[in-house]
């Protein structure tokens, strides 16, 4: 079992809708989990990162956190063709300072 | 703040020669990461150091490869002799400072090419 899992996609959804991206870890010790934007030939950049079971939101940007099930998802609202990019689930693992990312989930949104 | 800073940003060579990769992490930041991309097996951690210290090294592929990190401002990560099997984009990263401290920033990478 991979320490992340991403469905790689392609995740195609028209624009304006909302796209779930999903995310699961198996590291039941990891406390900081992140997600990450990466478009084609740029490096990761941070979109979110989230600590406590629950949602947290930042425009229209949504992580979901659920320890219990080791489950991490992002909701993008009102999803625009600038959104289209690769998502990195990351998480921190062995208890340490090593960040263990997904192989990511490709997002496109449609006109 | 300038962010991580890489170079160079392309490097093309053959095989058996020598690279060394270069980084400047965000002032102030006092974790190093050197990562490695390909479509094959993602973003994979080689190295990382913690004021200026290596502290865990076992992703990093083989005797070929190094990293340094000299000062607080300045890393490298050494491939000698280089394959094309080492072909990928090689980021570094740094967190730390005042905050949120366990955020890792990005550099804009370096592309290698081994012919």
């Known amino acids: 079992q991979k320490e992340v899992e991403q469905n790689s996609g392609p995740l195609s959804v028209p624009e304006g809708a909302i796209a779930s991206l999903n995310c699961t870890y198996s590291?039941?010790?990891?406390?900081?989990f992140f997600w990450y934007r990466q478009y084609s030939g740029k490096s990761p950049e941070l979109i979110m990162s989230?600590?406590?079971?629950g949602d947290k939101e930042d425009g229209r940007f949504t992580a979901q956190l659920n320890k219990a099930s080791q489950y991490v998802s992002l909701l993008i609202r009102d999803s625009q063709p600038s959104d289209s990019a690769t998502y990195l689930c990351?998480?921190?693992?062995?208890?340490?300072?090593?960040?263990?990312f997904g192989t990511g989930t490709q997002l496109k949104v449609e006109l | 703040d300038a962010g991580v800073i890489q170079s160079p940003r392309h490097e093309v060579t053959e095989m058996g020669q020598e690279v060394t990769l270069r980084c400047k992490p965000i002032?102030?930041?006092?974790?190093l990461f050197w990562y490695r991309q390909t479509m094959m097996r993602g973003l994979e951690l080689l190295i990382y150091?913690?004021?200026?210290?290596?502290?865990?090294d076992s992703g990093m592929p083989e005797d070929r490869f190094s990293a340094k990190m000299p000062n607080a401002s300045f890393s490298t990560l050494k491939i000698q002799p280089s394959e094309p099997r080492d072909s990928a984009v090689y980021f570094c990263?740094?967190?730390?400072?005042?905050?949120?401290?366990?955020?890792?920033?990005f550099g804009p990478g370096t592309r290698l090419t081994v012919l």
């Open positions: 990263a740094s967190r730390g400072g005042q905050g949120n401290t366990d955020t890792q920033y």
């Open positions: 590291d039941r010790v990891s406390q900081s």
């Open positions: 989230i600590y406590s079971n």
């Open positions: 990351a998480v921190y693992t062995g208890g340490g300072n090593k960040l263990t």
């Open positions: 002032s102030g930041h006092d974790y």
């Open positions: 150091f913690n004021n200026n210290v290596p502290i865990d």
